[in-house]
């Protein structure tokens, strides 16, 4: 295991743009997979790096890319020059904020390539040109089948979050864009993911270039600035304990998962009825609700979120200041990705877990990927909260009014039940 020393930004040999953009952002000291990342980086080096939100890795892959692209100069009449492709519409658009910020002292167009939002303005952007481009894989190949983009002047490109894009079925998708690459000798690439698995692997050494593994070790995969802590409850008072913890609570955001979308809903409308500001994010809201959501949220008009993991996969937002597991995650992976939205680029946070005997059976999975225990606190009887929210009204259909005479059967519904009867000739002819 490398050892991960102390290191500042000033340490490297950035270009003066570049560096006033890290100064502008208010970073000083790296990471740790920045103190990792960067050394191979800044070479030219391809790496395949383990790392979750919320580490920095989105700086180290930018900080890289905007020192590529200074120091060679850009062909004429080429197109763009870096390509970075990611999971979720939200997180396409973190990164293009991130891009703007630490790149505001350079004059790189960065533009955001995604569904749910208009396809001929999306297409004329492209068409005018970028340096860099930020997308999804769908709207990405589309525009490329299309002709719209190209990926022959592609001289870096990066794989954000490897570990959803397959778990999010982009795996077709991904060697689609790849093959249709410039040769690995021709470009640099940088694969981030929070675990390195094995299909992970398999994807960098057929599409990199000797890739160097950079990860954290085993101790370090929940962040350090994280305060842990659950709390064991029975399902029938799961809710009163969760009441009891927001009342004592003066954060400005909130995150809350669930592990199902009618979780997600019963949790948002309990809140509700118990007089806090709560909104759900689940699958099923659309693009622009979602988009509009997450900037209240960033904005701090929504105190508390509740969302679940697949909703969660976009949220990038600063300051968090708890994340409540209401739900253990089956998948212990997931509560890697989710205590990762606080105590982000060495801001302090807490996790809560409540450990119901419904998904108590997952603990044991989290606790063993982590490589901890999680402290145990004891609920004091005066925490549960009593719920004062009404129960949802049913809907039931209208019956008519037993006064109500029944409407008589129209002149086609009669001629229906009773045709009228076809005369013989010989009987006309008697008559």
Not at 271 to 284: E, R, S
Request: charged residues 30%; positive net charge.
């Amino acid at each position: 295991m490398k050892e991960i020393r102390d290191m500042l930004f000033d340490e490297f040999d950035l270009p003066r743009e570049v560096f006033e953009g890290i100064k502008a952002a208010g970073f000083t000291e790296c990471t740790p997979i920045q103190a990792l990342g960067l050394p191979v980086t800044l070479k030219g080096g391809d790496i395949a790096a383990q790392a979750q939100t919320g580490t920095g890795k989105t700086a180290t892959f930018l900080i890289t890319v905007f020192d590529r692209l200074i120091r060679r100069t850009k062909p004429r009449h080429a197109g763009a020059r870096a390509l970075i492709i990611a999971p979720t519409r939200e997180l396409t658009v973190q990164i293009c904020e991130d891009a703007k910020l630490l790149g505001r002292y350079t004059n790189f167009k960065v533009l955001p390539v995604f569904g749910g939002i208009d396809y001929v303005k999306q297409e004329q952007a492209l068409r005018s040109g970028a340096d860099i481009v930020v997308a999804t894989p769908g709207r990405l190949i589309d525009y490329m089948k299309k002709g719209v983009f190209s990926t022959k002047s592609i001289s870096m490109l990066v794989i954000d979050e490897a570990d959803r894009l397959f778990d999010m079925g982009f795996v077709k998708d991904l060697r689609y864009i790849l093959r249709r690459m410039p040769p690995y000798t021709k470009r640099q690439s940088m694969l981030f993911s929070a675990t390195l698995s094995y299909r992970v692997m398999e994807l960098a050494y057929e599409y990199m270039n000797n890739p160097q593994e950079v990860f954290l070790s085993r101790e370090n995969i929940t962040l350090e600035e994280i305060d842990q802590c659950l709390y064991h409850v029975g399902n029938e008072r799961k809710l009163n304990l969760l009441l009891g913890l927001l009342k004592q609570e003066s954060s400005n955001r909130i995150l809350i998962f669930a592990n199902t979308r009618t979780g997600v809903e019963m949790l948002t409308r309990k809140l509700k009825g118990n007089g806090y500001a709560a909104v759900g994010i689940t699958g099923t809201v659309t693009q622009k609700k979602r988009l509009q959501i997450m900037q209240q949220f960033k904005a701090g008009n929504i105190k508390i979120l509740v969302a679940t993991d697949v909703a969660s996969r976009g949220i990038h937002v600063e300051d968090i200041d708890i994340v409540i597991n209401y739900d253990i995650p089956q998948d212990p992976e997931d509560y890697v990705h989710r205590i990762g939205r606080t105590g982000r680029a060495g801001k302090t946070g807490r996790a809560i877990m409540l450990a119901c005997e419904t998904y108590v059976y997952y603990l044991d999975t989290v606790e063993k990927l982590i490589g901890e225990k999680i402290k145990a606190n004891w609920a004091r009887e005066d925490l549960y909260e009593e719920d004062l929210a009404k129960p949802p009204r049913l809907r039931r259909k209208s019956l008519p009014s037993r006064r109500t005479k029944p409407s008589p059967p129209s002149k086609a519904r009669h001629m229906t039940a009773k045709p009228r009867r076809n005369r013989s000739p010989q009987r006309r002819k008697d008559r």
